[in-house]
């Protein structure tokens, strides 16, 4: 059984996994969904598509505009663009190994606000176009009422 992280509000409480792609990010699940559909994260993930707007407290502002979305990267620690982009670039190829792998996966998600039905049936049919064979769980936790849902 694997467990990758989907973003989400940050809760110190519960990290897997600081080498994987969503364990420092903040986002909403609708970009979640836009970055596992790229066909080629090198399109996404280049010097031309990345807008670092502002890096205060090791914590970076930055803009993705082939996906007009905006990401939070907590503990930022890269000292220029080419090397975040090698690292979650990294991070990419391994989520999607793991996804085509035959394992179960648990992925998780701390929000403060509900995934509506159609936003979860488009990442389940996003995780079967990567692997149509994927056994998987989407847990979510809501981070206003301290409860998890479970989806799929």
Not at 49 to 69: E, G, K, M, P, T
């Amino acid at each position: 059984m694997i467990y990758l992280r989907l973003g989400g509000d940050v809760h110190e409480n519960f990290k897997i996994n600081r080498s994987l792609f969503f364990d420092s990010i903040i986002t909403s699940f609708e970009t979640v969904i836009k970055i596992l559909e790229c066909d080629n994260i090198d399109d996404v993930l280049c010097v031309d598509n990345i807008i670092i707007d502002s890096v205060c407290s090791n914590i970076a502002y930055i803009f993705i505009i082939s996906l007009d979305c905006s990401l939070i990267i907590y503990d930022f620690i890269y000292n220029n663009i080419l090397s975040l982009i090698y690292e979650y670039k990294q991070r990419f190829e391994y989520m999607i190994k793991q996804i085509k792998s035959n394992n179960k996966i648990i992925f998780i998600r701390f929000s403060n606000y509900i995934i509506n039905d159609t936003t979860i049936k488009k990442f389940k049919k996003t995780i079967l176009k990567i692997n149509n064979k994927c056994n998987v769980i989407l847990l979510v936790f809501d981070k206003n009422t301290e409860h998890s849902i479970t989806y799929i």
